[in-house]
C-alpha cells in the first residue's frame, strides 16, 4: 500500500512539473472557466469533552489528532471547533474539530465551508459506522446520513448530501438495546491494539483525498 502512495505522489509530481504548450485563453473566455481550489476541509466528527476522548463516536476526533501530531501541526481554538493547517503537494488542508457537540456539527462545517471559501467537493467528513466491521475503510462521494446525527446535522444545514464522508467501521457488536452505551464506549484491548495501524492508514487517506483526487482514493482504499 504505502509503495501505491509513494507512487501515485511521485507520477503527481511529475505531472506538476511537466512543462508543457498552455492554450491561450481569450479574455471573453476567461469568465467561463471555474478556478481550482487546493484548499480541503477535512472535518473530523466527535464530541468534545474528557469523557468522550477514547470512545468509539470519537473517531473522527482520533483520526485527525493522530494525523496532526504525526505531521507535527497544532490545533488552535477557533470559533466553533478547533483548527489545524497543513500543507502537502501545493495543497492546504484545513483540519477541524467542531466544538458544538456531535448533533450540531453541521454548523461548524458550513461556517468554515464559508469562511474559507471551500467548494463541496473538496471537504471530507471523517466518521464512525455501525454498519461495517471494526477498522475497515468506506469513502463515498455521498449518501444518507446512514443513522448518524452528526451527518444528518450536516446534510440539514448544508441542504445537500454531496459532500466526501470517510466512514470508519466500528462494528456493531452489542447487545440489543445497548447501542448507545456501545458508541459512547470505550474501545476494547482488541481495538486499541489494531488502531495505531489503522490511524495510519486514515492519514495516508486525507492526503490522497487532496493530493491524488477522490477517485484514486477510493480505488486504492475502500475495503481496506
Not at 500543507?87 to 453541521?106: A, D, W
Not at 471530507?124 to 446525527?149: A, C, E, M, Q, Y
Not at 450536516?154 to 447501542?179: A, H
Amino acid at each position: 500500500m504505502k509503495n501505491w502512495i509513494s507512487k501515485l505522489f511521485s507520477n503527481l509530481k511529475t505531472q506538476d512539473n511537466t512543462n508543457c504548450m498552455k492554450p491561450e485563453v481569450h479574455e471573453h473566455q476567461k469568465n467561463n472557466i471555474k478556478s481550482v481550489s487546493n484548499k480541503f476541509l477535512i472535518v473530523g466528527l466527535g464530541n468534545i469533552g474528557a469523557e468522550y476522548v477514547n470512545t468509539r463516536h470519537n473517531i473522527g476526533f482520533k483520526i485527525v489528532d493522530f494525523f496532526a501530531k504525526k505531521e507535527s501541526i497544532a490545533f488552535e481554538t477557533v470559533k466553533l471547533g478547533a483548527l489545524a493547517e497543513f500543507k502537502f503537494k501545493g495543497r492546504t488542508f484545513l483540519l477541524l474539530k467542531p466544538n458544538t457537540y456531535m448533533n450540531l456539527s453541521g454548523k461548524a462545517v458550513q461556517y468554515w465551508i464559508e469562511k474559507e471559501n471551500i467548494p463541496l467537493e473538496n471537504v471530507l467528513v471523517i466518521t464512525d459506522d455501525l454498519n461495517i466491521p471494526f477498522g475497515t475503510i468506506r469513502i463515498k462521494p455521498k449518501g444518507s446520513d446512514g443513522g448518524h446525527n452528526g451527518l444528518k446535522n450536516i446534510n440539514l444545514i448544508l441542504n445537500t448530501q454531496n459532500y466526501t464522508r470517510f466512514r470508519f467501521g466500528i462494528s456493531d457488536e452489542f447487545k440489543k438495546g445497548k447501542q448507545i452505551d456501545y458508541v459512547l464506549g470505550e474501545w476494547d484491548d482488541a481495538e486499541k491494539t489494531k488502531l495505531p495501524e489503522r490511524l495510519e492508514l486514515a492519514s495516508e487517506i486525507i492526503k490522497s483525498f487532496g493530493a491524488a483526487g477522490l477517485e484514486n482514493t477510493m480505488t486504492a482504499f475502500n475495503g481496506k
